[in-house]
Every structure is written in C-alpha cells, then in structure tokens.
C-alpha cells in the first residue's frame, strides 16, 4: 500500500515538473514567447522607420511632379541643366555632388 502512495506522489510531482518546465520555456522561447517578442518589437520600429522614409520620398515625388504639372520654368531649367549638362558659354558650372 505504501509503495503504491509512494508512487503515485512521485508521478504527481514529475508531471508537476514536466507541465512547469513546458510552461516555462514556451513562455520564454516558442512563437509567442518573449524572445520572439523582442524580435516583432524590433522589427516593428524598423518598419515604422522605413515607413517614414518612404512618405518622405512619396511626399518629395509629389512636390517635384506637381511642379512639373503647372509647367514651373525655374524648376524645368533646373531638369534641363542636371540630365542634359547644359550650360551657356558665359557660365561657369561647379559640381557639389
């Protein structure tokens, strides 16, 4: 009788062990542990970064396309002189690029 007890005391607690040992380290590894939250956290403001940055672009892109559309000479001479290398004999032309 006793050796029964005794055995099912020890069945209890290395399934007490077992079920805390899977808790503990899904809690900490696994999918949705921690580690994994660390890296989505990172991951979300690296996103977060590289959107602001493109909105930045998108915005700088509407800009120079609106000022295409109303036909605005400053910025059309500024197109003409940079993709054509153009300049009149009297200029003198200094690269800053």
Same mark, same amino acid.
Request: proline share 0%.
């Given at each position: 009788?006793r050796l029964?007890e005794?055995l099912?005391?020890k069945k209890i607690?290395?399934? +007490?062990? &077992?079920l805390s040992?899977?808790?503990?380290i899904?809690?900490?590894g696994? %999918?949705?542990?921690?580690?994994?939250? &660390?890296?989505?956290?990172?991951?979300?403001? %690296?996103?977060?970064? $590289?959107?602001?940055?493109?909105?930045?672009?998108?915005?700088?892109? %509407?800009? $120079?396309?609106?000022?295409?559309?109303? +036909?605005?000479l400053?910025?059309?001479?500024?197109?003409?002189?940079?993709k &054509?290398?153009?300049?009149?004999?009297? %200029?003198?032309?200094? $690269?800053? $690029?």
């Amino acid at each position: 009788m006793r050796l029964i007890e005794s055995l099912k005391k020890k069945k209890i607690i290395l399934l +007490n062990v &077992f079920l805390s040992l899977y808790i503990g380290i899904n809690l900490i590894g696994g %999918e949705r542990g921690l580690i994994s939250y &660390f890296d989505k956290k990172k991951l979300l403001e %690296e996103l977060e970064i $590289k959107e602001k940055m493109l909105t930045h672009e998108l915005q700088d892109l %509407e800009t $120079k396309i609106s000022l295409v559309k109303n +036909n605005d000479l400053d910025y059309l001479d500024i197109l003409y002189r940079e993709k &054509f290398r153009y300049g009149t004999k009297d %200029e003198i032309i200094i $690269k800053l $690029k």
